[in-house]
């Protein structure tokens, strides 16, 4: 019995997942639900990926001291070494015991981009007809979503998906291979749908369309770069992603000619392979991350943390809306830490949480007189001043300007001199604050000096006077009542 295999090829994080999640609905076997990889808080609807097979493709890559996410190309001819051969095996044994004699199945595992050649001569030796179908994104997108699930740096996700994409790429010439746009995937559904639909069942016009479009949900998009911005960091980047979208116009296969003539050997962009020249490189394109942390009483850490990569425009202004998708009871502190890995200034406009406004402090920061805080560490820290319980959306409109070392030291310099002409404001008003209480102090004795010497006096008067009255008093008594009357009315007392 003659079968036919849907091999589902893309880079992490472009999207793949829902294409396998249609492939299903269409009627491609794709294994038994118990052995998929569980669904997580990234992709609750589930990989759709068997978790024997990435199982041995781990294997295989950890055997070459390599991982999913390393950007470093496997030795040359690996397919030939012992460990490939012994994967190879595991795969047979695999695929013989979870599709059987099925007639059409499929798989998706994005580490298949890489390990292509071991899977071909299984399906060989099985005389399997496979379709490629590969699922494509911006780059950059690619990267911003492995920076919010992973972490990652922008520029560790766009080397990951430069050697994905040319690892596929160098395999599938002249291969039976339909391309297909993420962004049209999403944005127009019905003929995308239609088109794998042609592609898998040629001929088959029962096979249901409708009911794998209710797979596609537009809100799984976070992200939408313009490929613009891509070639403004890269332009063998950007002609690398052309490639894609040619081939996904040409509706058939993809020749190698299409490619030929852009495809570069990974080895060759060595600001992809080296960090320490590629992370200063990469700073002037004005590509940071910004991160939110929320203490719930264990500290600040990474699994407690929302990312954005943003791209810094020319007049320094940023605006960021971070949201936390799982409200935490019991959030005892926020924590935003504007860029990584670069010396800055930032003035605050507004922060809000949920729509109310509230303040921040900096750490290790200096304000000058434009009211910028003036960072001296590459990782500037800006604390809360109130906790919220259960934080939802923080929105952020900020200035920032990015330093160069001579800048920094301008901005130490004058942070000094503001310091130390404060330094001495304070000690001018401190010295005039204590010269007016000193004055204060002896006109105050003075005072009580005064009293001290009048008060003997005050008191021998008082005494002659209330014997006066007393006197008066006795001598009224004797007069008669009608003038007795009359004085008492005049001094009632």
């Known amino acids: 019995m003659s079968q036919d295999a849907v091999c589902i090829l893309g880079m992490h994080r472009s999207g793949t ?16 639900p118990e052995n998929f990889v569980s669904p997580n808080f990234d992709n609750p609807e589930g990989f759709f990926e068997n978790k024997n097979i990435v199982s041995i ?44 004699d099925c007639a059409i199945w499929g798989w998706k595992d994005p580490r298949t981009c890489l390990l292509l050649p071991i899977w071909e001569r299984v399906l060989q030796e099985r005389n ?10 911006n780059p950059l997108d690619v990267a911003k979503s492995l920076a919010l699930r992973d972490g990652y740096s922008l520029l560790d996700g766009l080397r990951l998906w430069y050697y994905y994409s040319i690892s596929m790429l160098s395999f ?43 797979r596609v949900k537009k809100d799984r998009r976070h992200s939408q770069s313009d ?63 910004s991160t939110l942390f929320y203490d719930t009483g264990a500290g600040f850490c990474e699994e407690l943390s929302a990312r954005i990569i943003f791209k810094l425009q020319p007049n320094g202004d940023i605006q960021l809306e971070f949201e936390i998708k799982d409200q935490l009871d019991g959030v005892v502190g926020l924590r935003w830490d504007p860029l990584e890995g670069a010396v800055c200034r930032c003035k605050i406009d507004e922060i809000c949480v949920d729509g109310k406004t509230t303040s921040v402090k900096p750490l290790g920061a200096w304000r000058n007189n434009d009211g910028y805080d003036e960072f001296s560490s590459r990782d500037p820290i800006y604390l809360f001043n ?8 923080i929105s952020i409109h900020a200035h920032l300007e990015i330093a160069d ?27 005039t604050q204590e010269q007016e209480a000193r004055q204060q102090l002896a006109f105050r004795e003075k005072q009580i000096y005064a009293m001290q010497r009048t008060y003997p006096i005050l008191e021998y008067v008082t005494g002659l006077w209330k014997k006066a009255i007393a006197q008066v008093k006795k001598i009224a008594k004797r007069l008669p009542y009608p003038l007795w009357a009359w004085l008492r009315s005049v001094f009632p007392k």
């Open 386 to 393: 109130e906790n919220y319980d259960r934080p939802h959306k």
């Open 227 to 289: 490929p613009a911005e891509l070639g403004e960091i890269s332009q063998n980047l950007l002609e690398l992603y052309q490639v894609f979208k040619q081939a996904a116009q040409l509706q058939g296969q993809v020749t190698q000619e299409l490619y030929a003539n852009k495809l570069r050997s990974y080895r060759e962009f060595a600001w992809l392979i080296n960090p320490n020249n590629a992370d200063v490189w990469f700073m002037r394109r004005k590509f940071f991350p």
């Open 17 to 32: 997942s829902l294409l396998a999640n249609i492939l299903q609905e269409m009627g491609v076997y794709l294994g038994k």
């Open 57 to 100: 493709q781990d294997g295989l890559l950890t055997a070459f001291g390599s991982s999913w996410n390393s950007p470093m190309p496997l030795p040359e001819n690996w397919w030939l070494a012992e460990a490939a051969q012994a994967a190879s095996a595991e795969l047979e044994k695999c695929l013989t015991a979870e599709f059987g």
């Open 128 to 137: 399997i007809n496979t379709r490629y179908i590969v699922l494509f994104r």
């Open 172 to 214: 599938l010439g002249n291969k039976n291979c339909l391309f297909v746009d993420y962004d049209q995937l999403i944005d127009q559904p019905e003929s995308a749908i239609a088109q794998i639909q042609a592609f898998i069942f040629p001929g088959d016009a029962e096979n249901p369309v409708k009911p794998a479009l209710a």
């Open 405 to 431: 070392p001579e800048l920094v030291l301008g901005w130490f310099s004058t942070a000094m001199d503001q310091q130390y002409a404060r330094a001495v404001q304070i000690e001018a008003e401190r010295a």
